[in-house]
């Protein structure tokens, strides 16, 4: 069993940037790819990023590329969503979940979800 509590999220202008973390209870969390996606008010849950057990590769989605990075830290069980240059339209709940087989952008892939936090950029 692995739970997930996400944090960082927040009300922010257009431009700035956020850090959201992922914490994880579980031992075996260091084996799981870990992913984040996100979902507005109508809209379905969509892939933001992911990024594998090890560390050594992440992806991202084209909307987000070149201003999100996707991190870990195995060892305090943690995944971090470093988030720059921010857009009105990256206004969601993110969520973070973990993949016991397989690191990919669909929700399918993955076990483990948290609870969501709720990021806010105004223009």
């Known amino acids: 069993q692995v739970q997930l509590v996400e944090s960082g999220g927040g009300l922010v202008q257009a431009g700035g940037s956020l850090r959201l973390s992922c914490a994880a209870s579980g031992r075996t969390f260091s084996t799981y790819g870990t992913g984040w996606f996100r979902q507005s008010p109508g809209r379905e849950r969509e892939f933001v990023a992911a990024?594998?057990?090890?560390?050594?590769?992440?992806f991202y989605a084209d909307s987000v590329k070149g201003r999100f990075t996707i991190s870990r830290d195995n060892a305090k069980n943690t995944v971090y969503l470093r988030m720059n240059s921010l857009k009105p339209e990256d206004t969601a709940v993110y969520y973070c979940?973990?993949?016991?087989?397989?690191?990919?952008?669909?929700?399918?892939?993955?076990?483990?979800w948290g609870q969501g936090t709720q990021v806010t950029v105004s223009s």
């Open positions: 979940a973990a993949a016991g087989t397989g690191t990919t952008m669909f929700r399918g892939t993955y076990d483990y």
């Open positions: 990024i594998v057990w090890s560390g050594g590769s992440t």
